[in-house]
């Protein structure tokens, strides 16, 4: 890139001040307006500059979200894994977050049962039948592990207990065997959910309620959704490149 002009160095060395770091798409991006660059960089930065999570942790939200399956980022990945690792976080935590985070493709089963329940009981199709010895033993073995039930966990262990048991211990490997406190875990669960690409109420709700009860702040809270909304801005990194290199074959561009 051209040396850069004086308004765009300052614009590139507070988002350095205030995010810690610098990727080469940014360049592009603020060549082709420092207007909307500055804006990015305000927004951007206000969980860094006024929030109450460490480093490390801020960097697992932008992991969780961009290393979802509903978005799949891996250039944002790569950068914030750096990051991380950085601020001091270990291969271990990180790949915590991406095992809590690979959790949330139950979503699957968690939106369908209740359709699923809700048909074959319009079809005369399920039974009313109480929990058996051993569903009744997976369900204490669920809240052991991961410390809460939810009423969206019946209709799975009622339909298939066997898929029920093999989730319960897919799932509780981060918390029987990792080393984050529990609500930066539920702060993992509930970055991959708030994020864009997923939006997953339920679940957003029933991990802010866990945070809440491990002891997690308001301000811990909002600066973990306000961390991100930050994917958006995926949009420019995408497709800044493609835009350059068409705008310069249609010689539009240097």
Not at 38 to 52: I, N
Not at 90 to 99: D, K, P, Q, R, S
């Amino acid at each position: 890139m051209a040396e850069l002009d004086a308004r765009r160095q300052a614009i590139k060395d507070n988002f350095i001040k205030n995010r810690g770091y610098w990727a080469p798409i940014w360049d592009q991006v603020l060549a082709l307006s420092p207007e909307f660059f500055e804006a990015y960089t305000q927004l951007s930065s206000v969980p860094w500059k006024h929030g109450t999570l460490e480093p490390k942790v801020k960097e697992f939200m932008y992991i969780a979200a961009d290393a979802s399956h509903t978005h799949l980022y891996n250039a944002g990945t790569r950068i914030h894994i750096e990051n991380a690792l950085r601020h001091g976080a270990t291969e271990a935590e990180i790949f915590e977050v991406l095992m809590m985070t690979a959790a949330i493709g139950i979503h699957g089963v968690t939106v369908g049962v209740p359709v699923l329940m809700e048909e074959l009981a319009a079809a005369g199709k399920l039974d009313d039948e109480a929990m058996d010895e051993r569903q009744v033993k997976l369900k204490a073995e669920f809240e052991k592990n991961r410390g809460y039930w939810a009423p969206m966990w019946d209709g799975v262990l009622k339909l298939d207990p066997d898929f029920f048991e093999a989730f319960c211990k897919y799932s509780s490997v981060p918390w029987t065997r990792g080393t984050l406190e529990p609500k930066v875990r539920e702060f993992v669960y509930i970055a991959a959910d708030a994020a864009p690409t997923h939006l997953y109420e339920p679940g957003l709700r029933l991990h802010i309620r866990n945070a809440i009860g491990y002891g997690a702040t308001k301000e811990e809270l909002m600066e973990v959704l306000e961390l991100v909304t930050a994917i958006g801005v995926h949009t420019i990194t995408e497709s800044v490149p493609i835009l350059v290199q068409a705008a310069k074959m249609a010689g539009q561009s240097a």
